[in-house]
């Protein structure tokens, strides 16, 4: 079975220009989260998806992010301007129910480096 | 806010050493998850603890999860070169923050041949 897809793997842009993630979670998890890791730090959730719905994006900032999953199936991640401190890897999870301690399962990760 | 500290940051070791990560908390978390991180690939989730002093143990690798369910410990036997990477702790919340994974800033293991 195929686990979490992302791409690209790798972006490098200048500031303010955008750019986009997408991700393809395992077949059948309803939920989909979105989080950044910073070099050195832990992932942060950015954004939780229960099928289309999303359920917490209490930590995007929403002046410059974006996010949407429209069929409840893949996800993109946008950011628009990206700015410096944007630099990050961009992890995609997914799970198959949403309960406390169900196993997420995360994917490469894009890393976005911005110039 | 939830934070987690993990100590140590790093941890450069030869094989066949012990060590010990842990990770803290003042807060009280319904669970706590480990993970493993290799460079260019997502974390990979290697234990969940839920009961106040519980004790799991996964090969050479053994968690502990403290009474008040606010720290926990990875301990590795007899580490080998196979282990290196980053280790993470993340907290489940309960509360208002039901279900939402805190990560710890990771420790960075490097075990040498």
């Known amino acids: 079975e195929a686990g979490v897809v992302q791409s690209p793997r790798y972006k490098i842009i200048e500031k303010k220009q955008p750019v986009a993630f997408w991700c393809n979670p395992i077949s059948g998890h309803n939920t989909l989260y979105w989080y950044r890791q910073n070099l050195g730090q832990g992932p942060e959730l950015l954004i939780r998806y229960e099928n289309e719905e999303a359920v917490d994006d209490s930590q995007l900032p929403k002046d410059r992010f974006s996010a949407e999953r429209l069929k409840g199936v893949d996800s993109t991640l946008k950011i628009q301007p990206a700015e410096l401190g944007d630099s990050a890897v961009y992890l995609c999870?997914?799970?198959?129910?949403?309960?406390?301690?169900?196993?997420?399962?995360f994917g490469p990760g894009t890393r976005l480096l911005v110039l | 806010t939830q934070l987690l500290e993990q100590s140590p940051q790093f941890l450069s070791i030869q094989e066949g050493e012990n060590l010990t990560v842990y990770c803290n908390s003042s807060s009280v978390f319904s669970s706590l998850q480990w993970y493993r991180q290799e460079p260019g690939e997502g974390p990979v989730l290697l234990v969940t603890v839920v009961t106040g002093g519980e004790v799991k143990k996964l090969k050479r690798l053994t968690f502990q999860f403290g009474d008040a369910r606010k720290d926990s410990s990875l301990h590795i036997t007899a580490a080998q070169p196979g282990d290196t990477g980053l280790y993470l702790c993340a907290g489940v919340g309960g509360g208002t923050s039901y279900g939402k994974l805190t990560f710890g800033q990771g420790t960075i293991l490097t075990v040498h041949p």
């Open positions: 999870a997914s799970s198959s129910l949403w309960t406390p301690g169900e196993t997420q399962y």
